[in-house]
């Protein structure tokens, strides 16, 4: 059979998507459920004085009003998975009555149908003693701290940032990302079902094996006790990695009413409580020898996080191992502020990092008169200096090329302001893109059923990468049948366990899994088919036997058995369960992806609206398992780049800190009209060392060089520098 890993394979859960036959958490409806709406404090820092629960009970359907006031104590025992803050403690949900962030849970409302519970939370009347919040890193009062867990890894230096060299030029500035909120088609739902002791969850996750954790220690049950199930998810981009309050509050509720209790956020409440993108503040001072060698960088970046935990990030990481440099100091300090705990968000770290170090490598480049690309390639290292080691492959250079050949970067005039197309103003700017690989050995099951048909299990989610096509041709090719007679079914903590669906891992973990799970069935098939009785393999020696077009085969003569036929040897199903792995050489290497976006922008010269006309991404990314879905997904991280860049951001009242655009009309998002043209080039990436699969990964890359390149092209376009995000057209009104 040919290859099937590497085609472009359509979606094998592309139909059930598209028929409405995927079931997704709010689609699920069990017998006899109440609705649950959360009410959420209206102050920003306080405490709950009294609540109006009579005048709501009496509404008509409303079964319960659930506070601190009548809910249980829960048990709260020690969880914590390695994306969850490993300092704090996470909120524990209507368990006292101090209030810790506007929107945060103080009730919830359960009734017949949801109109009713809507309606009843509404009018459910609560009293505050309230207190004047601090939201803004920028407040002089506000004292940053070393994040805990990092300790001194939150300071890293090499050589003596004092020193420079003579005649060098220098750029020292401030860089800022405004607070960002995920906001995915699908809004965070959970369906909660006891029976006994036993709590079923069909809930919106990224990670359902510590979703199945997180519950059972919350409410100190055993863990086999939780099952969730999350098949489908409508897209995340990491809000849904963590367990969020509204899961626990669904089976409270489902507990206390005895009933299936559904609880679905409104997009609203999805500002408050599930996480968001920091806002940071980044200052970087880079310099460099007239010949465009750095000499010194100082990138100090610095974030919010909430008073109750400490959220951090790969802020700085990137600048470590990024570029050639002897003399080098990155420090990361998070400054707590009376807002709930932000999270990971498309490319968490690296995105906002390389903003800051992108954008100041642009501004050094036209200080030294020289080629964005070119100042990048005079510094390219030959190991990673941050850590000592070799790369295990860095195809950085490559990506320029090919990249720059596609968006024709040779006919770039690189005076700023000098490339016009009628009378619009044009930039091309350009930046470089890099992601770590993650890996995180997953499990898999694979099954030959008494009937023929092979189904594969794994605990992972799908967010809607097509994770299930391109692990099914994992599957496919490693069985040597067709993809259609696979079956991969995932999204349940009774599944093999698996790391979450996000850092960019899950082809390498889980798809490396499933490889093993694989090989593992054949290995049992084998012996199935060299010991039964009336088998044509009967006495052989397996060494004999080797697997070729689906099918086990016999070295010198004909016989062969499919595994149609494999599977009526012996009544029952035969299974194997395996976890992938990789060598222990990879320790031995500094493991990344890293890629190169250039961009077009137009600009009207009146009115300053920007227009994104053309995108180009390169990446050098391993293996490319499916290049169509590869594809779509460096267009989702552009896209998202475009969002991050002119776009979005939460802005919050610092009178009581609320999010005052908690909605799609001011939170601005980009829409087709906003797309321009989009190309995207892997290079030809062989690693060995990253994964059996020899695939790095590219759900984080493609938003990682975005952003800069897009505000490296409005100063191309323009002349002016524009140093914070989102880059909106008074930006530019006020500079002109």
Known sequence: MNAIMGRGEK???GRAKVTGKAAYAGDVFRPGQLYGVIVGASVGLGRVL?????????????????????????????????IDPASGERLHVLQDDAVRFYGQPVAVVLADTLDNAERAARHLKIQ???????????????????????GSEATKSRGDVGRDAPGGVTVDAQYDIARENHNPIETHATLAEWEGEKLTLWSKSQFVVNEQAEI???????????????????????TSLRTWPHVTLAALASRIAGRPVKLTLSRKQMFFTTGHRPFTTQHVRISATPEGRITRIVHHGRAETSRYEQ????????TNYMYSCPNLEVQYRLTPTDTSTPTYMRGPGEASGMFALESAMDELSYKLSMDPI???????????????????????????????????????????????DGRMLIGWGMASATYPVWFIPASARATLTASGRILVDSAASDMGPGTYTSVTQVAAETLGVGMAEVELRLGQSDFPPTPPHGGSMTMASVGGGVQ???????????????????????????????????GLNRRGDAARLTYAELAKLKPGDVTATATGGRGSEAEKYSMHAFGAVFVEVAIDPDVYTIAVRRMVGSYGAGRIINPRLATSQCIGGLVGGIGMALMESTVLDGRDGRPINAHLADYLLPVNLDIGDIQVHFVDEVDRYVNPLGVKGLGEIAIVGAAPAIGNAIF?????????????????LHAA
Not at 130 to 140: F, G, L, N, S
Not at 145 to 150: G, H, T
Request: aromatic share 8%; hydrophobic share 40%.
């Open 128 to 150: 505050y003693d309230r207190h004047a919040p601090k939201v803004d890193i920028r407040d002089a009062s506000l004292e940053s701290v070393v994040p805990e867990a990092l």
């Open 516 to 550: 093993a799970a694989c090989k593992a069935l054949q290995q049992e098939l084998m012996a199935r088919a060299v010991t039964v009785s009336g088998s044509p393999f009967a006495g052989s020696s397996r060494s004999d036997l080797y697997w070729e077009a689906g």
């Open 716 to 732: 191309h376009a323009t002349g002016t520098r524009v140093r914070s995000l989102p880059i909106r057209i008074e930006n530019l």
């Open 50 to 82: 009294d609540i109006d629960v009579a005048s709501v009970k009496k509404l008509p359907g409303v079964f319960d009003v659930i506070s601190h006031l009548n809910a249980p104590k829960l048990a709260y025992g020690p969880h914590k998975a390695f």
């Open 311 to 318: 959220f951090a990030e790969a802020l700085v990481s990137a």
């Open 11 to 13: 979606r094998v859960d």
């Open 374 to 420: 070119e100042l990048r390639k005079r510094n390219e290292p030959t190991v990673d200096q941050g850590s000592g080691l070799p790369f295990s492959s860095r195809s950085l250079v490559q990506c320029y090329e090919a990249g720059a050949r596609l968006f024709g970067w040779e006919r770039r005039n690189p005076e700023p302001g000098s490339m016009r």
């Open 216 to 238: 059972a220690a919350i409410f100190g049950i055993p863990a086999e006790n939780v099952r969730v199930i999350s098949p489908f998810v409508g897209g995340a981009f990491g």
